[in-house]
C-alpha cells in the first residue's frame, strides 16, 4: 500500500489563541515571540556571569588597594581601628613620624605644592550633646611672606591638662615675642606658699647683704647679637636690663648660692640636630635620626645659658630700694632732730 499521508505541511500561517479565544496569533509569531524570550534570557544569562566576574574583579581590586598588607605602605592607606577611628602610620627606621598637610604626591615621594595657600582644621564639639550647643573651631596655617608660616589657634585657651605643669617654650627653644593685651596672670595665693623670709627691716643679715650687693648691680643697655645678624648693627633695636652673669656675682658676693634663687637660672640650652646614624637607604642616602643634644665649645665642655626672672629681680630689688630709702629717712630724722 502506497503511504499518501502529506510529509509537509506548513502551518505558519494557521492561528491559534492563547487565551481561549480573545486573540489569535500565527504559529509563525508565536515561534518568533519563544526565540524572542530565549534570546532573552541568554542574554540576561550572559550579564548575570559578567556582572559576578566584574564584583570578583572589584572585590579582588578592594582587596589588592585595601588589604591590610597595604596599609601604612608608600601610595597604600591609613586603616580604621575596630572603633572606626584613623590610625596614623607608625615611625618610619629613623625612629620618626611624618603627617604632611599641603604638599602633593607624585607617586614617587612628597614634594611641596605651589597651591598650598591656607590649610584650614575644622572641628566641632559639644559638651552636653544638645541640639544647637555646638562649638566650632578653625585653626589656620597659612603664609603671609614672612621666613616661617603662621598658626592661628581657634579656640578659646590653649591649656596644660593639669594646673602647674608643662611649659610654653623650653631651654634652647625660647618664644621671640609674646603679645598679650593684660599682663601676665601668676598665682600668687598665699595658700600655695611657704613664707621663708620678710625682705624689710627685720630681715636677717644674710639677706640684708643680699639686698645690699643687688643694689649695687648695673642696669645697661645693649642689643642682642641674633638681632645683629638678621638687621646689621645699625637696625638692630637698643634693649635695656640685667645681664644675668651680674645678678649671679651679686648673690655669691652676699655669700649664697645662685642656684637657691628663682631669679636667676642657668640651662645648656639644648638643640634638636639631624645626626647620621651611618647607615644608608635603599637610594644610598645617609639614615639621619633627631637628636637633642647640650652644645659644647671646642673643647668639648658644656656651653651654659643664664636667665633672670625679671619678676623676682625687681621684687628684690624694691625690697632693696625701699630698704636705701628707710634708712635715709632714718638718718634725715636724726638729722633734723639733732637741730
Not at 635603599?282 to 659644647?296: I, W
Amino acid at each position: 500500500m502506497t503511504d499518501t499521508s502529506p510529509n509537509s505541511i506548513d502551518l505558519s500561517n494557521c492561528n491559534v489563541s492563547t487565551d481561549g479565544g480573545k486573540t489569535t496569533q500565527t504559529l509563525a509569531e508565536i515561534s518568533k515571540s519563544i526565540n524572542n524570550v530565549s534570546i532573552s534570557i541568554s542574554d540576561m544569562s550572559n550579564i548575570a556571569s559578567n556582572s559576578k566576574k566584574d564584583v570578583e574583579d572589584i572585590k579582588a581590586e578592594l582587596t589588592n588597594l585595601y588589604g591590610k598588607k597595604d596599609n601604612f605602605k608608600p601610595n597604600g592607606i591609613l586603616p580604621l581601628d575596630n572603633t572606626g577611628q584613623f590610625m596614623f602610620q607608625p615611625p618610619k627606621n629613623d625612629g620618626v613620624t611624618w603627617i604632611a598637610v599641603g604638599w602633593k604626591n607624585d607617586d614617587i615621594e612628597a614634594s611641596a605644592n605651589p597651591l598650598s595657600r591656607e590649610i584650614h582644621l575644622q572641628y566641632s564639639v559639644n559638651g552636653t550633646q544638645t541640639s544647637d550647643n555646638n562649638k566650632n573651631g578653625i585653626d589656620t596655617i597659612w603664609d603671609d611672606g614672612s621666613i616661617k608660616p603662621n598658626y592661628a589657634f581657634g579656640g578659646i585657651s590653649f591649656h596644660p591638662q593639669s594646673d602647674g605643669v608643662g611649659n610654653l617654650g623650653r631651654d634652647g627653644n625660647s618664644w621671640n615675642n609674646i603679645y598679650s593685651k593684660t599682663a601676665v596672670n601668676v598665682t600668687s595665693d598665699k595658700n600655695v606658699k611657704k613664707i621663708v623670709s620678710t625682705f624689710d627691716e627685720k630681715a636677717d643679715d644674710i639677706h640684708m647683704a643680699l639686698m645690699e650687693s643687688l643694689y649695687d648691680v648695673n642696669v645697661v643697655s645693649y642689643k642682642l647679637k641674633d638681632a645683629i645678624r638678621e638687621k646689621g648693627e645699625e637696625r638692630a633695636r637698643i634693649h635695656t636690663g640685667f645681664i644675668a652673669q651680674d645678678i649671679e656675682r651679686a648673690i655669691k658676693d652676699a655669700g649664697l648660692d645662685p642656684s637657691d634663687y628663682a631669679m636667676w637660672t642657668q640651662d645648656t640650652s639644648s638643640e634638636f640636630k639631624m645626626v647620621d646614624t651611618g647607615e644608608k637607604d635603599k637610594n644610598g642616602n645617609p639614615v639621619l635620626k633627631s637628636s637633642y643634644e647640650p652644645p659644647r665649645d671646642e673643647k668639648g665642655d658644656l656651653i651654659y645659658r643664664q636667665k633672670l626672672r625679671y619678676t623676682e629681680l625687681i621684687c628684690m630689688l624694691l625690697a632693696a630700694h625701699k630698704q636705701k630709702i628707710n634708712g635715709l629717712e632714718a638718718r634725715l630724722l636724726k638729722l633734723e632732730g639733732k637741730k
